[in-house]
Structures are given as C-alpha cells and as structure tokens.
C-alpha cells in the first residue's frame, strides 16, 4: 500500500523534474530510494513447498498485505539509503573516483529531499 506521505511526494516530483532534464544518475538514485520504501512496506510471508495444484490461481491470488510505514520509518530508510551511499562514496573513493563523486553526490540529493 503505497502512502502519498510528504517525503514519498518529495522523492516523485524530484523524480518527474529530474526525468524531465534527463539527468540519468538523479533519476536511479530516486527510483533505488522509493524502492527502498517500497521494499520495507512488505511483510515477510510464510514459505511453503507444495504441490503445483495447490498453487493461488487468478489475479490478485498471490498479493499480500503491506505494511503501513510512519514517517519516522520512511526517514529511517531514506537514512540507511544516505548511509549505504556515503559508504559507497568512501570505499570507492581511492580506486574509482567517478564512482565515488557520484555516489556522494547521489547521498546528498537523498539528504536534501529528506530534509524537504
């Protein structure tokens, strides 16, 4: 279940600005950021092997249930996304710098959207 929460409606218009300019490295740094959030509404479900006839048939048979995120869970992980950028720009810092500039540069556009 997809909220329109303020940091959720952030991220998209940036996204919708930055397909707009065609600024590839702004928009998969946007698209990675709400599939984060998208990734931590779900909720694990229970594994079970079985016979392909007891398999779910028809549309909509195999959804389950999203989880409900606050904005405090939404900035907690836009925050682990800032941090795993920032880690990135560090450790590709002395072998790749491209890579490094452009992960830092990816954090701080993440920074900037969080802090609205």
Do not use: H
């Given at each position: ?63 389950a249930e999203r989880r409900v995120l606050s ?15 920032q880690e990135a720009g560090r450790a590709y ?24």
């Amino acid at each position: 279940m997809t909220t329109d929460s303020p940091l959720r409606t952030r991220l998209r218009s940036a996204l919708l600005e930055a397909r707009r300019a065609r600024d590839a490295e702004t928009v998969s740094t946007l698209r990675t950021a709400l599939a984060a959030l998208e990734n931590a509404e779900a909720v694990p479900t229970e594994a079970r092997a079985g016979a392909l006839e007891d398999a779910p048939v028809g549309v909509g048979a195999t959804e389950a249930e999203r989880r409900v995120l606050s904005d405090a869970d939404e900035a907690a992980v836009l925050d682990a996304e800032i941090a795993s950028l920032q880690e990135a720009g560090r450790a590709y810092a002395c072998s790749v710098p491209e890579r490094a500039l452009a992960a830092r540069q990816a954090a701080q556009t993440l920074r900037g959207l969080r802090e609205g």
